[in-house]
């Protein structure tokens, strides 16, 4: 649990720090007269500054859930539920965070340089979904059985279910 916490939080504390720095240099620059962003008008500029602002949230949400980690105290009745709550909150806003990081730079690469070309927005999205598809297929399973572990014997769920049977439907149930 430490080791992810530690490799997770390098890995929000980097998006942390894109995504600021991407918040203050908007795409397509500003308007030397008036301040205001080239691109304010268009959609794809509302995208990009809604997600880069979930992104931005998201990550700094995630940072601090491992950094609690790392300075808990380690109580035996923090492993029970307090340690993976807290494992299972920032990893889903980790994911939250890199999905949001990917729209915006789609958004942003649609923006710049897809002038008039919206036939470009598919390769965007398909090589965009790649790495988020990629941290969930990785991520997800940790997650899932974080949430079996730490919350499977509240709801009466056996924490050796492997696949749906009529069996394990029964003894959900209680029938």
């Known amino acids: 649990m430490k080791a992810v916490a530690e490799s997770c939080s390098i890995t929000a504390a980097l998006i ?26 268009e959609i794809a500029f509302t995208i990009f ?17 491992f950094l ?4 808990g105290s380690f109580d035996e009745r923090d492993f029970l539920f307090t340690l993976p709550r807290l494992l299972m909150i920032g990893l889903c806003t980790l994911m939250l965070s890199t999905t949001a990081m990917m729209v915006a730079f789609g958004a942003t690469l649609f923006l710049v340089f897809c002038h008039k070309r ?10 965009s979904s790649v790495p988020i598809a990629t941290f969930g297929t990785l991520q997800i399973p940790l997650i899932v059985d974080l949430c079996r572990s730490t919350y499977g ?21 209680g029938k």
Do not use: Y
Not at 19 to 41: L, M
Not at 118 to 127: D, E, H, T
Not at 153 to 173: A, E, M, R, V
């Open 16 to 41: 942390t720090t894109i995504v600021f720095a991407v918040a203050i240099t908007v795409p397509g620059g500003s308007n030397q007269e008036t301040g205001i962003p080239v691109f304010t008008k």
């Open 153 to 173: 014997h509240i709801f009466g769920i056996p924490k050796k279910i492997n696949k749906l049977t009529s069996d394990n439907i029964q003894l959900f149930f």
């Open 68 to 71: 609690s980690i790392l300075t």
């Open 118 to 127: 919206p036939w470009m927005l598919a390769p965007i999205c398909v090589l």
């Open 49 to 65: 500054a809604i997600t880069d602002a979930i992104s931005l949230f998201a990550s700094s949400t995630a940072l601090l859930m």
